[in-house]
């Protein structure tokens, strides 16, 4: 969590949403951690469709895409910001953090944290798109809480178009670029493999058969839902509400599409999308949201 924000939130208020967002669907893995931790709080979820996949971008358009995004959540009024996306929170997220109003976590850090608390021979191997594995950010905090871990990182850059195509773990493309991807880390044997991206839990039973059950696949979901609710307790911020919480989700694209295969994400039904441009918060409702309303 990024604590230059904390000066502020007494003008947050305990009934506003968790605001989330990531490059496309994969930031839906952390919004259903959030919300088994969290289950009477309301989210807003950005999914930045148009634009995915962020790990092939520079920093700098990354900034600028986090920074876009941020200001569109910013609108709801949210009581803190989880850039549930690990090329942003590698690459963007600490100084932008800075200039925003309310709380805003990112996941490298839970993530890196439990990885350290979690290898028992002090060897950790890093999985991510190109620019998280370029930032170095995943080794650098991973070796914050203990100098002595051995720390292997490898780029996946296939793995988030496969998950946004809404292949499953199974399928044959995805279990060949499972295989050329990770068979340098099955070699090397670590105890632990971090998952640096939350398009990847999706892949999870077919990367944990690929390198055994010795080792241990860490997904960021768990970790930042524990952590968002351990920093809302402590701010006072926990949702007074009786009630289930809710989601609503925007997307710079293809809602349809989002509404079909998110499902499988957060592991219930998403039956209203709506599309929203970044740059002008000007808002378009999805032909599914027509369909249900005609």
Sequence with gaps: ?????????????????????????????VVRALRAVLPNEDFIYFGDTARVPYGNKSPETVARFTSE???????????????????????????IARQLPVPVLDVVQPSAELAARRTKDEFVAVVGTEATIASGAYERAIRAHNPRIRVVQQSCPLFVPIVEEGRDFDDPITLLAIRDYLTPIRKLKPDVVLLGCTHYPVLMPALQEFLGTGVELIDSGDAVARQTRNMLADLGLLSPAERPGTVQCYVSDFPQRFSAIGARFLGEPLPHVTRASVGSWRLFQSSANRAASA
């Excluded at 995004?69 to 100084?95: G, Q, R």
């Design 69 to 95: 995004i941020c200001e569109f959540l910013l609108h709801f009024e949210p009581k803190c910001i989880i850039a549930a996306c690990h090329t942003a929170s590698a690459s963007a997220v600490p100084d």
């Design 1 to 29: 969590m990024e604590d230059g924000t904390l000066a502020n939130h007494s003008a947050v208020s305990p009934h506003a949403a968790i605001a989330v967002f990531d490059s496309g669907l994969g930031g839906l893995t």
